[in-house]
């Protein structure tokens, strides 16, 4: 049974550890969500998102995962007769193709093995056919803990092919790598609060284009929950389409304050010190599952090349340490391992799990010794 008064501190690769001040948020009084006290909070929100990510267009609020917004993003911006390019290095880019051909959408997928970037080239093959209207692209692999090249793939799609729309994922890169919007020339771009956001899951953010939203409204079929251009209307009157989880936008808005204030600059810089960090030691101690070049800033994926038994390393901490990272996700279960450095972690929190896995280590070679 779970200590409620003692839960475990979360180094996985999400939700991560959210600290007691945002859990005060949540435990706020509610709100009417069409009176004006909703609506200045959500307009002011939404309005320091868009300095986050440096955005004039339009930021969206949805109750719900980021899950959601893989349905919403095809569903508003692919049509039936239309054909979309799932681009796939992981288990989730995997499982947004997968959304896209359940939402009746013709897809072509384009594979890498896990653990390998999408590259420009690779993409630029694909479009010249002039086959497709739209692409789906994760930021940052959670599987695998990789960084896909999205600056370059940017780049050469405005200089190429500015027509095909672009649609991201990216739930663990969003606030913690860098995310300028406009200059990206991104379409619909979206995240879960739960990771570096660093607020408990349930509530999601998407970043929607302009011209997203005006092929939306043509599109037949997008459904009410997740359809943009209802979403737009009520955006203009600072509300959501459905009743938002008020309590997830107050935490957001406190934590939207701390990160002005930290400035973007800083908070990119500050993950990848902590990505540093650790992947110093995951090299040291054992291997990265994927080529540094293209390792994130938000989690680290350990190859296993020890041999040791995960499950039970990450056991033994949660009951020595109240602490827990996370194993391999899916296939790499066992031969990976993940720990996750983003949101309100702090690099000596990282020491410490860190020390504590080094621990289990030395136990482990010495009962191999003996």
Partial sequence: MVDWKNPPRLFIPGPVKVNEDVLQQLARPTLGHRGKEYAQLHGETTDMLKKIFFTDQNVFLSTSSASGIWEAAIRNCVGLDETVLATCCGAFSDKWATVAKNCGRNVDELKVEWGKPILPEMIDEKLATGKYAAITLVYNETSTGLTNPVGQISEMMKEKYPDVLVLVDAVSAMVALPLRFDDLGWDVVFASVQ????????????????????????????????????????????????????????????????????????????????????????????????????????????????????????????????????????????????????????????RELLSWIDDELAKVAGTAEI
Avoid at 260 to 272: S, T
């Fill in 195 to 350: 990771k570096a956001f660093a607020i408990p899951p349930g509530f999601a953010v998407a970043l929607v284009s302009n011209r997203a939203l005006e092929k939306s409204k043509n599109i037949p079929g997008r459904g009410y929950y997740f359809n943009f251009e209802l979403w737009a209307k009520s955006a203009e009157k600072s509300q959501t389409l459905v009743t938002p989880s008020i309590p997830h936008v107050m935490a957001l808005n406190y934590q939207c304050e701390k990160l002005l204030k930290e400035g973007m600059g800083n908070v990119w810089q500050r993950h990848k010190q902590m990505g540093e960090f650790v992947r110093a030691w995951a090299k040291e101690k054992f291997a990265l599952f994927c080529d540094e070049k293209y390792a994130s800033n938000t989690l680290t994926a350990v190859k296993n090349t020890r041999g040791i038994n995960v499950a039970e390393t990450i056991n033994a901490i949660q009951q020595k340490h109240d602490t827990i990272f996370g194993n391999g996700y899916g296939k790499l279960k066992e031969e990976t391992f993940r720990i996750a450095h983003m949101g309100d972690i702090t690099l000596d929190e990282l």
